[in-house]
C-alpha cells in the first residue's frame, strides 16, 4: 500500500527556517510528480509546491516563492520542503501529496508548522 | 494564483442530492480537464473523491460523480449518508505547472 509519512513540523521564530521530509513507501517513487499542500488552523487547503519525479519541472505558489524550496532523493524515496523567512501566516498543517492524473491520490498525515515568538 | 470560488455550505437530508459548485476561468477550469476533488472530514487528511472532471478511483462509492461546463466544475452526491459530511474541495490545474485549490465547502447532512 502507497503511504507517505511527513516529519520536520515544529515551532520556529518568525525568520527562521525548517526543513520538512516526507518518507514515501509501497511504491515507485521516482516516476512520480509530487507536491506539497499546507492547511492553517481552520482554513482551507491551499497548494504550496509541486515538483516532477527528475526534479526538473517545478512551481511554486506565489505566497512562498523565492522563500520555500522543494526538493526530492528518489535514492531515500523522500520529498523535501526547505522553508526559509517563515512568517506567522505560514502556521499550518504541511501535507506531502503524491500525484495522478493532476489528482493527488495518496496524502500524508500531515505535520504541523507554528511560526511564533 | 486566485483560489477557485466554492460555496461555504451547503446541506440536505439523508437520501436527497446536493451539488457543489467549483467555478474558475476560461484560463483555469474552462481550458483543462484537470479539475479534481477531494472529501475531508474534521481532523482527518483529504481524501480523493474525482479526478479529472468525472472519474471516480477504486472505493469511491459511484453516489459521487463530477462534472463540468465552462468553467465551472460541480460534485454531485446523489443518496446523502451522514457519513458524507465533511468539507470539499476542489483542485485544478491552472496552467504553467501550477494548482489552486477552491476555498472549501463544508457539507452538512441534516
Known amino acids: 500500500e502507497a503511504q507517505l509519512v511527513e516529519s520536520g513540523g515544529g515551532l520556529v521564530q518568525p525568520g527562521g527556517s525548517l526543513r520538512l521530509s516526507c518518507a514515501a513507501s509501497?511504491?515507485?517513487?521516482?516516476?512520480?510528480?509530487m507536491l506539497w499542500v499546507r492547511q492553517a488552523p481552520g482554513k482551507g487547503l491551499v497548494w504550496v509546491s509541486r515538483m516532477n519525479g527528475d526534479g526538473t519541472t517545478i512551481s511554486y505558489a506565489d505566497s512562498v516563492k523565492g522563500r520555500f524550496t522543494i526538493s526530492r532523493d528518489n535514492a531515500k524515496n523522500t520529498l523535501y520542503l526547505q522553508m526559509s523567512s517563515l512568517r506567522v501566516d505560514d502556521t499550518a498543517a504541511y501535507y506531502c501529496g503524491r500525484e495522478s492524473f493532476y489528482a493527488v491520490d495518496v496524502w500524508g498525515q500531515g505535520t504541523t508548522v507554528t511560526v511564533s515568538s | 494564483q486566485s483560489a477557485l470560488t466554492q460555496p461555504p455550505s451547503v446541506s440536505g437530508s439523508p437520501g436527497q442530492s446536493v451539488t457543489i459548485s467549483c467555478t474558475g476561468s476560461s484560463s483555469d477550469v474552462g481550458s483543462y480537464n484537470r479539475v479534481s476533488w477531494y472529501q475531508q472530514p474534521p481532523g482527518a487528511a483529504p481524501k480523493l473523491m474525482i479526478y479529472e472532471v468525472t472519474n471516480r478511483p477504486s472505493g469511491v462509492p459511484d453516489r459521487f460523480s463530477g462534472s463540468k461546463s465552462g468553467n465551472t466544475a460541480s460534485l454531485t452526491i446523489s443518496g446523502l449518508q451522514t457519513e458524507d459530511e465533511a468539507d470539499y474541495y476542489c483542485f485544478s490545474y491552472v496552467g504553467s505547472y501550477t494548482m489552486v485549490f477552491g476555498g472549501g465547502t463544508k457539507l452538512t447532512v441534516l
Open positions: 509501497g511504491f515507485t517513487f521516482s516516476p512520480y510528480w
